[in-house]
Structure formats: C-alpha cells, structure tokens
C-alpha cells in the first residue's frame, strides 16, 4: 500500500499567507495518509469551507451514524470553539438513490395492495393468501436457491434445516485466510440468517392466518420484493411524491436524533432532488473536457482512462482499491446491476437513464437521474465553489465515493494546464462495529439511535464521551469494557463538578492573592497551567480527544487526593473543565459566553422535587448529628419532626407528590421512634432508610460528607448504581463464600465425629502395617523415633475426642 501511495502526485497544501494568524494545527488528511499543516484557503484564515457527506434518508438512523455524525459535530466545535474559525459547514441528505427508489417504490407498492384488500374480511382472505403464498415462493428461490423449487410454507423448515445446516454456521478462523475474506463469510452468513428468518416468519403466517395486521405484519418482507417485481413498470416517471414523502419523513426524523444527541444543524442543508438541473449542467462539462460519455440508452459514464491520460490521477484515497471490482459494483448501486454499455468496466455512472418505474428528469441524453458520486460534487460545487477546505464523511466512503467525487470535480473545475485540487483535506470518520462487522441496516445487525437513547445504559452524553475517548478515525468495538470505560469517566467529573459546584454556593466571596495560597494550591494551579498545555498540544495534533479526556481525568484525580485546597482554586479548575467539556459538545445548555459556569446539565434533582428533598436532608442531617452525639435527646428530635415547614406557595402537584410523601413519612417515622424513646441505631437505621431506599427510587442520593458538612443532595448517575450493583453483587460473593466455608467445617465437624467414635485401643490394630504395638495400642516396630511421637500424640487426642 505504501508503494502504491508514493506514485501518487504529491499533495500540494494551501500557501499560508502573512497576515493569517493561525494555530499550530495539524490534520490527520486521508488524501495524503498523513498529519497535514491545516491552512485554509481564506487569505485571511479565519473561514473554513467545509462539506460533510450526509445521510441517506430512507429509515431511521442507526448507531452506526450516531459515530459519523458525533465525532464530525466534535471536531467542527473544536475547530469553532477551539481555534476560533469561522466554519461554513455544508451537509446534503440524500433524498434519491437505489435504496430509496426500492423502498418508495416497494412501500407504495404494498400500501396499495393492502388499500385493495381493506374492504375483506379482517381475516386473511383467499385472494391475500394465494399473493402471499405465491410472494412466499418468489422470495426463496431468490434468496434461497439451495431449496427445492417445490418447497411450500409446510415442508419449509425442514428443507432449510437440510439445504442450510452447515452454511448457516458462523464460520471457523480455519475457513477465513484473510481478515477481509473472514468478514465476506460473515457478511454472507448473516444475510443468509436474515432471509431465513424473514421466510420463517412468513411460513407462520401463511400457515396460521390471523387477522390482517399481524397476517401482513409477518409478510410484509416477502411482499414488497414480489409486489415490486410484478408491478414496478407501471409506475409513473414523473411522480416523484413516493419518493419524497418517505425522504421527507425520515429526514425529519434524522435531525430530531441528530439534536437528541446534541448535533449542531448545518449551516446549509442541501438535497439532490433540488439540484438535479445543477448536476445536468456539470456533466454536460465534464463531458465537454473529455472525460465523460454518453452512451445510446442514455446513461452517460466518466471516462478515468481519458482523465488519467489527461495526467490526473484516480483513485488517490485508496490506490489499492482501484480495481477492486465489488467496491465499483456496490458504488453503482443495485438497481444498476445487469448489462451496461459503458467502454470499460472500471467506469462509473454520472447520469443513470431511468428503467420503467423509474423517477426521471429530463436531459440532453434523456429522461434519467444522477449517478449517486455526482451528486456530491455538483451540490458542493455549487455551494461552496472550486476548491473545499475539509470533505468529510465515514471511512466506508473513501472509495469509491470520495475517489470519485475527486475525479468528477477535478474533470469540471480543471482547464488545460491548469489541474485544480477540489479538497485539501479529507476526513473520514471510523465505523462502529458490532462483532466485527461494520453496522449496516442491510444486514440488520443495527440499533437504531432512538432505540438506544431510549434505554438506560446509554444517554447522549455517554455515547459521545465514548467516541470523544477513541480516536475519531478509529472504528470503535462497543464491549462491556468500554462501556465501563465511559461510566467511569462520566461519573468521575459529575462528582468532580457536583462538589465544585457545591463549593461555589457556599464560599465566601473572598480572593486569595497568590501569596496566601498554600502549596497544595499551587501544585494545582501548575497541574492546571501543565493541563492547559496538554490540551492545545492534544487539540492541534488532529483534534486528539482521547488524550484531552485522559488528562481532564488525570486532573481531576489530582484535586480530588489534593489536601486542604481552597475553594477558589477548586472552583478555577472547575470552570476551565467546563470550558473544555462545552467545547465538545458534551452539554446541550452549555454557554461559553459564560466564563463563571460551572458543569454541566443534569447536576440538579428535579425542579418538583426541591421544595421536599432538601428539607427531608436537613431534617435527617440533625437527626443524625444528635444520634452520633453520644446522649441521644428525644424531646429535640421531636420537636424537629414537628418543626420542620414547607413553603406554603409551593402546591403539592401530582409531580411532586412522590417528593411530598417521602418528606411526610420521614417525618412521621421520626415522631413514631423519637416517642418510644427509640436507641441512637434505629435513627440511624431510619436515616439510612431515607437515603438508601425512598430516595433511591425516586432517583435522588444523599452522599454524607463529615461533619459539620451536609449532606450532598444530587441525582443518581449511572457509576452510582453501578457501584452499588458492585458491592451487592460483592456481598452476594461473600455471603455465597461464607457459607461454603461453614459448610466446610460442618463436613470436618461431622468427620471428627465419627472418627471419635473409634475406641483408641483398637485405634492401629486395624492397620496392616505396624506389626506390633505395646499396651497403649501404639506401634512400636518398624516406626522411627519421631514417627512413633506423632502416632502417640494422635493416639492421646483420639482417647479425649472418645472420652467427649
């Protein structure tokens, strides 16, 4: 690979100009394989042009897409925040492409053929049936040829358990010689499994008709294929609404996710369907430079073999895939699969002539549609001009995509001696794999974004603190291990800026000039200068997060093993990691217009729950002082419970009712034990109650500090609970070892019992090997000296466990 990469022309960098004042930074760029001086091309370095691949909008977003778009919303931050440019940040949807012509088409097919059968019984009727059964048919001998052709929903499971046994099997390391041939096989494997499933459940359908919703709900996925190979030429070119009513959907829906997970919006948007016209305009020059052709169906190709005789150069983000024809066959896209008239098979679509059932816009060559790379190029074209600073986009699209749109533009914005360079810098997000394979919504083996911050293992702020902890051109592995990673950083700042921000409210307004600080200050604050450091070096060093979240940590662990700090050191240090975390994105309300801020979002219990919560923690904080004084006075204790007031303009809502009910039943079990003149435990053991259960439920913890400080009241976090699920699951250990090991001296317990029951006279007489033994029953011949000591010694003890 690397040989192949020094043939191609060196990358040429923007010039930096005098007057730009720019930082020290470097990008990992994918068009060079190497960190890169980031200049931009402004004269005066202030705006970045920057233009991001984006989704293609025919389902929901998967977490596949939560890592692309994340770590792209990071480093635009940093660069933004950061540094300080001004980033004009153009992103498209992809409202057509093969998928969604299929799927529009496919989802139209199927709500019109239910719309035919909604007047029938709710039942699956005859006419439905003989469809599905004949759908049934024509989706197995599609995707599973390997069954008999005469298989039926009655002989299906054993025909697929007798054609797929083996090849349903995951595959053996032994079968795969190469990483790439190991995930083919496993790619393969897992289609396989999904079409058998998707026939599976067909079957019992087909079998056990029910009513029509869950009759459909289970063949849905066989029909759509067979209703669109019956009726997809009767669809009429020209209308468009199909396709658009299902991008428009779920390009809602995709940004709805991409603010859930605290992605900033582009600062243009823009669509292929909008720009068709645009698209027809550049290929009819890139034809005219010489670097495309029509054929006489009226697709049109770009010709690399003119482009690279031209002395441009194709392929430059990954040579090694130049002729890798399953990349080139997969960059076409499916609906373009069949023969085609282009001259050579490396050559790729710009503009696609439409088939029957077809959307189609009108062209010089004919009524057709964009090829799926132009689109890119002729909408940043467009936007942003002849030259982008950054192109960005999953590492997935290096080739063919971002090798392709490279070649298009350079044919249209380059002239005779003169070769324009259309990207500067690329970058390519890595993917997120799940048992190494790379997420992908055709092999089903994705969660949706939706699904996962609908749980409670992951929030917005854990998925991004996990991508901001792995270098962003990585592909990321979700194990436990990692999540345990992300828990542990998150949890470790949530108490690092509860406390801080605990220190805020209760310090004097007070400064201390560096002359009064104490040495532990000052260790810190040149921890702190060090860390500061650190992090530009990290940031300018392609944006290297994972060393910033290292040494936030490292920090953050200092002060917290630091002796007698003050406050307003705490609180310095506080904010500067506030700063830093705002930057990243990992808070949806932070402000860096405010220098004083300290954390982040979701420090606080609920609003409902304060009027309640905190006097419930100052009425168990003086309980407990008075049950630790040594001398516990019931009288006060009462007169507390009865004391304690809730502000009368705070109605009890049905959203604190909770709140309101854990307060009253403290304060009635208080007044219960302090009339029986209850011992200092039982407070106790009541406080504890209120902390570890009521609270607990309701999402609340009272961490108790020594005294004479208060209780800290903040809501669960996630290293909370697992650190409690830890020690019960540690308990659960111990008790499990505690009672093995009494079961152990039970079994001893019952041995030495019924060895006791042997009469020590006969004690050695049983033994075959001794041959003689004097009165005492003890051998005497052929036993050595100190043999013979330990034989009397055992002898006496067996005598006094026989006389118990």
């Known amino acids: 690979m690397a040989s192949d990469a020094r043939k191609q022309p060196p990358w040429i960098p923007p010039q930096a100009r005098p007057n730009a004042q720019l930082p020290r930074l470097k990008i990992y760029n994918s068009l060079t394989r190497s960190k890169d001086d980031f200049v931009p091309i402004d004269p005066t370095g202030e705006t970045v042009t920057w233009y ?232 009819e020059k890139i034809v005219a430079n010489g670097f495309g052709y029509a054929t006489p169906d009226g697709s049109v190709y770009f010709d690399i073999d003119s482009f690279e005789k031209a002395g441009h150069s194709y392929s430059r983000l990954e040579p090694w895939n130049k002729n890798d024809r399953a990349l080139q066959a997969d960059g076409e896209g499916s609906l373009s699969k069949g023969g085609s008239m282009k001259r050579s098979e490396n050559h790729f679509a710009l503009w696609k002539a439409s088939k029957p059932g077809e959307p189609a816009w009108p062209s010089p060559w004919g009524h057709g549609r964009p090829g799926w790379h132009i689109e890119c190029s002729a909408m940043a074209s467009e936007v942003i001009g002849k030259t982008i600073d950054i192109h960005s986009g999953g590492i997935d699209l290096r080739f063919p995509h971002h090798d392709n749109e490279l070649a298009q533009s350079e044919a249209y914005w380059s002239t005779p001696g ?22 992908s919504k055709s092999l089903k083996n994705y969660t949706t974004i939706r699904s996962v911050l609908s749980q409670k293992e992951w929030s917005a702020r854990s998925l991004r603190i996990c991508f901001l902890l792995m270098p962003r051109q990585d592909g ?62 990290a940031l300018c060093d392609s944006f290297n997060t994972s060393a910033v979240m290292r040494i936030l940590s490292d920090l953050v662990t200092e002060s917290n093993s630091a002796a007698a700090l003050s ?7 506080a904010r500067w990691a506030t700063r830093i975390v705002t930057i990243f994105g990992l808070d949806p309300e932070g402000d860096l217009s405010n220098p004083d801020r300290i954390g982040w979002s979701g420090l606080d219990i609920p609003a409902p729950a304060k009027s309640y919560i905190y006097p419930a923690s100052q009425l168990r904080d003086k309980i407990r002082t008075l049950a630790c004084s040594g001398s516990v006075d019931h009288t006060v204790i009462a007169k507390l419970a009865y004391g304690i007031t809730i502000a009368a303009s705070t109605p009890v809502v049905e959203s604190s009712r909770p709140y309101y009910q854990v307060l009253q039943q403290f304060r009635t079990d208080v007044k219960v034990l302090a009339a029986q003149q209850a011992p200092a435990k039982d407070l ?121």
């Open 52 to 283: 991001a691949c984006g989704p293609t909008v025919y389902e929901d977003a998967h977490l596949g897409h939560a890592k692309n778009y994340v770590s792209t919303d990071i480093i635009r931050r940093i660069m933004k925040n950061y540094f300080g440019f001004r980033v004009k940040f153009v992103m498209n949807t992809t409202d057509l492409d093969d998928k969604i012509i299929l799927k529009g088409r496919q989802q139209y097919l199927l709500a019109r053929f239910k719309q035919e059968h909604a007047a029938e019984d709710d039942s699956a009727s005859d006419s439905v049936l003989v469809e599905a059964k004949a759908a049934f048919r024509h989706y197995i001998g599609k995707n599973l040829p390997s069954l008999p052709s005469d298989t039926s929903p009655e002989t299906f499971s054993e025909a697929a358990n007798k054609a797929y046994k083996e090849k349903a099997e995951p595959p053996s390391p032994a079968n795969t010689s190469t990483v790439k041939q190991g995930e083919d096989v496993a790619v393969a494997d897992l289609l396989l499994r999904a079409h058998i499933e998707t026939a599976r459940s067909a079957v019992e359908a087909l079998q056990v008709p029910g009513k029509l919703p869950d009759f459909f709900a289970k063949t849905d996925d066989i029909l759509l294929p067979y209703l669109d190979a019956l009726h997809s030429a009767e669809m009429d070119s020209n209308n468009r609404k199909i396709y658009l009513e299902l991008t428009q959907k779920f390009e809602r829906r995709f940004f709805e996710d991409m603010d859930a997970l605290n992605v900033m919006a582009p600062d243009q948007l823009t669509r292929v369907t909008e720009y068709v016209p645009q698209i027809v305009r550049i290929i």
């Open 684 to 804: 106790l053991a009541l406080c504890d109650q209120l902390r570890d259960v009521h609270l607990w439920n309701l999402g609340i913890y009272l961490e108790d500090r020594n005294n004479p400080q208060p209780a800290l009241v903040r809501p669960l976090d996630k290293l909370l609970i697992e650190t409690r699920a830890e020690r019960k699951s540690a308990g659960f250990a111990k008790a499990k070892a505690k009672l093995a090991m009494e079961a152990r001296e039970a079994e001893r317990e019952k041995e030495l019992r019924e060895r006791a029951k042997l009469d020590p006279p006969l004690m050695f007489k049983t033994s075959d090997d001794y041959l003689e033994w004097v009165e005492s029953s003890t051998p005497t011949v052929p036993v050595s000296n100190n043999r013979r000591k330990k034989l009397v010694k055992e002898w006496e003890k067996q005598k006094k466990r026989h006389a118990l």
């Open 418 to 439: 003169c070769q324009v360079q259309w990207t500067n810098y690329f970058i390519h997000m890595g993917q997120l794999r799940i048992r190494g394979l790379k997420m």
């Open 476 to 537: 990321i592995e979700v194990t436990d291990e990692l999540l345990k990673a992300v828990v542990g950083w998150e949890g470790k700042l949530n108490n690092f800026f509860l406390k801080s921000l605990d220190l805020w409210k209760h310090s004097s307004p007070k400064t201390t000039t560096m002359k009064e600080l104490g040495i532990a200050d000052q260790e810190l604050l040149s921890a702190l200068d060090k860390a500061k450091t650190d992090v530009d070096i």
């Open 567 to 573: 406050d307003q050191i705490v609180i310095l240090l």
